[in-house]
């Protein structure tokens, strides 16, 4: 089966000034990561503050070039970001992201916003529309009475529900969830993030997921890449992360997420500094802060290895067969 988006050995790096009149250096966002999602699956994607999340979800779907690797769409090379083949494509990837006041448009009802795409992409003849705005609204929670609303009429949570109305109208292959409900108020999260789930079995969709919080990610991701400074350094399934965490830093965030009616035990503390792209320590980038860092781990990057249980890691301190991009990509 093709992969429905594929990633191979993207780079993203930007120039970064420092300071008022600084000379320019760069910050590698995305250090070569590939990856791949099938029709119909759930990708987490978690990692610390500036480990290059977004950067990776808008590279996934060509809102940000690579300097190098290749994205691909059901097999073919994603077209150039503006192009028409790329506009074509868009109706088929939407992006949700953190600020619902900030995707919508504040002089639009919520109406008109969800058949925007509707009409750009010509999707529903006239006379239909009104029957398909109404089913969207349904499907994400929202009364028919709020149609005539303006987005400041709204709730954070129903401007969300609003948002992802409108990213399914054009009954799209791949949902990009970016932070979808940190902004959220925590009573609401849950129910937005079940909504979300149940969308996207119901219609078959692919989703990669961006999020901080893990506890949010074990609840709807099929598998899980955990980044670090720009690169996956494990990735496997949910049920593989979550019980059975390999990477010394997957095993720390793992470690601090509560399990309902459980004290926490044995939690794996991060020492040091929270990482910064802009200063990337030698080796293994992880180093400064690990309990279990050696020597080798100070002057050599270590390679993504298949580990057993269908999982990658990078890491000295675990043992396993170098995975070759071809093998990652086949490993769904
Ligand atoms: N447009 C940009 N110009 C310059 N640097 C950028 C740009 N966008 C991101 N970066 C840098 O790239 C790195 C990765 O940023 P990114 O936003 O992808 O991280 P993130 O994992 O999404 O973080 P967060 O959890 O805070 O949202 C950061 O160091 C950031 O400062
Ligand atoms: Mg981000």
């Known amino acids: 089966m093709t992969a429905l988006i594929e990633a191979d050995e993207l780079v993203r790096i930007y120039e970064v000034r420092r300071g008022l009149f600084g000379r320019s250096s760069p910050v590698r966002a995305v250090d070569g990561i590939s990856l791949a999602v ?12 500036g480990s290059g999340k977004s950067t990776l979800g808008r590279m996934l779907l060509g809102l940000d070039p690579a300097q190098s690797g290749e994205v691909r769409f059901e097999g073919s090379p994603m077209p150039k970001y503006g192009t028409s083949g790329w506009r074509a494509l868009r109706a088929k990837m939407q992006l949700v992201y ?22 750009i992409h010509r999707l529903v003849p006239k006379e239909h529309q009104a029957a398909r705005i109404a089913e969207l609204m349904a499907a994400v929670g929202l009364r028919s009475d709020q149609a005539g609303r303006f987005p400041h009429e709204l709730s ?8 992802i109305a409108r990213a399914l109208a054009s009954r799209p292959k791949l949902l990009v969830c970016d932070e979808p409900v940190s902004a959220l108020d925590v009573s609401i999260q849950a129910q937005v993030v079940n909504m979300l789930r149940d969308l996207q079995e119901k219609n078959g969709i ?16 099929d598998r899980v890449a955990v ?36 004290p926490l035990e044995g939690r794996v503390i991060l020492q040091g500094e929270p990482p910064n792209p802009a200063n990337r320590p030698s080796g293994c980038a992880f180093h400064p802060r ?21 999982r990658t890691a990078a890491c000295h301190a675990v043992a396993g067969e170098t995975a070759s991009v071809e093998t990652l990509r086949r490993r769904a």
């Not at 099938?38 to 503050?49: C, N, R, Y």
């Open 290 to 310: 690990c309990p279990v860092a050696r020597d080798i781990c100070r002057t050599s990057v270590p390679a993504l290895r298949r580990t057993g249980n269908g």
């Open 98 to 119: 953190q600020d619902p006041l900030a995707a919508l448009d504040r002089r639009l009802t919520i109406a008109a916003q969800i058949s925007e795409p509707l009409d």
């Open 38 to 49: 099938m029709p119909g699956e759930t990708l987490g994607i978690v990692g610390e503050s």
């Open 156 to 163: 954070g949570g129903q401007r969300q529900r609003a948002v």
């Open 206 to 221: 692919a989703m990669v997921f961006i999020s901080h919080d893990l506890k949010v990610v074990r609840n709807i991701a």
């Open 227 to 262: 980044m670090y400074l720009g690169r996956v350094v494990e990735e496997a399934s949910s049920d593989v992360i979550f019980r059975l965490p390999q990477h010394p830093y997957t095993k720390a965030l793992v470690s601090s997420v509560p399990i309902p009616g459980k």
